[in-house]
């Protein structure tokens, strides 16, 4: 016999019918699995080392000389720029302009990449050099200087089709970071800047300058590695390098 609390009682509890409703299971089930098909056709999540490369003295040197002549050298470099980064083992992703954004670490480990990344920034500047003592400065009184900066990360890897011709991208928050590291080389007046972390995946680090940045856009500081040399510096070229990288650049 049913007592009067038993008939007050329903059968089933109200949040028995809104957290199993079926409908919603269902829809949340679909949207999942439609989000992670997205996710999936935009890339696969890589961990790779990032490199920023900006010419720092571009827009003076369009003052000095004609847009033909500048573009010509900056041709050039680009060429002599694009063999020491596949030859580290990295893909430039970009180029605009005066800059180039290029990854490593795309067939090898992150410790890697890291080293690979950094050997290649030493020959860009080397690069440089050579350029200016061969070519630059003999031929229109020009020198020009590069600011480097480098970082690594977790970014989403995938190809992008853009006017039915697939590019290569590399995209994330570590690649911004890589480009505002480069954006403080001359706030530091230094050619070459690496995160702290790349600095420690090194296999055997020179000595380095330690300073604290706020980069634009990242709400915490960081610390970072002056691995380079301050602007406006000579080197000396022997004959060897220039006879090569004349060779290489054509």
Do not use: W
């Not at 990854?103 to 350029?131: M, N, R």
């Not at 070519?135 to 977790?154: C, D, M, R, T, W």
């Amino acid at each position: 016999m049913k007592t009067q609390n038993n008939l007050l009682q329903p059968p089933h509890s109200f949040s028995q019918f809104s957290c199993k409703n079926p409908v919603n299971q269902i829809t949340n089930h679909q949207s999942a699995a439609k989000m992670q098909e997205i996710y999936a056709s935009l890339g696969e999540e890589r961990e790779l080392a990032l490199l920023f490369l900006d010419i720092r003295n571009f827009t003076s040197a369009m003052e000095l000389r004609s847009s033909y002549e500048v573009i010509y050298m900056i041709r050039k470099l680009f060429v002599l720029f694009n063999h020491s980064i596949t030859e580290a083992g990295g893909q430039i992703i970009e180029t605009s302009g005066d800059s180039i954004y290029a990854v490593f670490g795309l067939d090898s480990t992150l410790k890697k990449a890291a080293q690979s990344a950094v050997d290649a920034a030493y020959a860009l500047l080397h690069d440089v050099e050579i350029f200016n003592s061969a070519y630059a400065q003999p031929y229109f009184n020009l020198s020009y200087e590069i600011g480097i900066g480098v970082h690594q990360g977790k970014v989403v890897v995938g190809q992008y089709d853009l006017v039915s011709k697939e590019q290569m991208t590399v995209m994330g928050l570590p690649v911004n970071i890589a480009s505002r590291l480069q954006g403080e080389t001359k706030e530091l007046n230094n050619s070459l800047i690496v995160s702290e972390s790349v600095y420690y995946l090194l296999t055997e680090p020179k000595e380095a300058e330690v300073r604290s940045v706020t980069l634009k856009g990242i709400s915490t500081p960081m610390n970072v590695m002056l691995l380079g040399n301050h602007f406006h510096t000579k080197t000396v070229i022997n004959d060897m390098d220039l006879n090569y990288y004349l060779g290489i650049s054509g």
